[in-house]
């Protein structure tokens, strides 16, 4: 499922059918590395592709699952969500 949906996304921005398809694709990578975490939680067992421990998958998936989604809805032009603080800090480090 996780790979189907990361597929997916990289199709819809590899395409680029429509004027957002970028952000869309990416959203959707975003949320398939989502459904990773929640998927390591819920399935009792993995076989032999436990190579790490359940927890690190966990906060692995979830942390870049949760980063891209946001920096998806936050790219520009035309962002989809406003961050007040964000646009702030680049003011503070740009020097402007």
């Not at 949320?31 to 190579?51: E, K, T, Y």
């Not at 946001?70 to 520009?76: D, I, K, S």
Request: charged residues 15%; hydrophobic residues 55%; proline residues 4%.
């Amino acid at each position: 499922m996780v790979i189907g949906l990361t597929g997916l996304g990289l199709m819809i921005v590899g395409l680029d059918l429509f004027t957002e398809a970028f952000r869309v694709g990416t959203i959707l990578i975003g949320v398939a590395l989502i459904v990773g975490a929640v998927l390591r939680r819920v399935l009792p067992s993995v076989g032999m592709l436990a190579v790490r421990s359940r927890f690190t998958d966990m906060i692995t998936y979830g942390v870049l699952g949760v980063a891209i989604t946001l920096l998806a809805l936050v790219a520009q032009p035309n962002p989809w969500l406003e961050l007040p603080f964000l646009e702030e800090s680049v003011r503070y480090l740009v020097g402007r």
